[in-house]
């Protein structure tokens, strides 16, 4: 099996309502804290899994400077993935991405970092969303 196939194998299993790309899935997610969207796309040579979650506010631009510092502070708390914004849109989103061998574990290794994203993604939502008002 290759990598895109464990993801579609995972979003059929947890009976989630994708868009397929070419290299991935897209697809909402509801979360104890909002709600968003995310992104699950595969670089099958690289054997590399790259998850990002978009959240659905955006920083005004007169706040994005001090937004993106207080981006790098939690980012910096974090021990996988990275917040960033787009200084362009002031969209927020989180990024994690992972070499994962092909092997027996290869699924396993996936779902635990697609859960992993998403679990970062809600707990932080609301901070967020407050650094999307506040700056």
Known sequence: MELLDYV????????????????????????????????????????????????????????????VVALGNITSKLKMGAFYMDMEDGQINFRLSQKISLGEESEIWMKELIMLAMKVTDAYFRDMMKLAIEG
Not at 25 to 35: C, K, L, P, Q, T
Request: net charge negative; no cysteine; charged share 30%.
């Open 8 to 67: 579609l194998k995972w979003a059929n299993e947890e009976k989630i309502e994708i868009k397929r790309e070419e290299e991935g899935i897209v697809f909402s997610v509801n979360g104890d804290n909002g709600s968003w969207y995310a992104r699950v796309s595969v670089m099958e040579e690289e054997q590399i899994l790259f998850i990002v979650t978009a959240y659905p506010f955006q920083v005004p631009e007169r706040m994005r400077t001090k937004a």
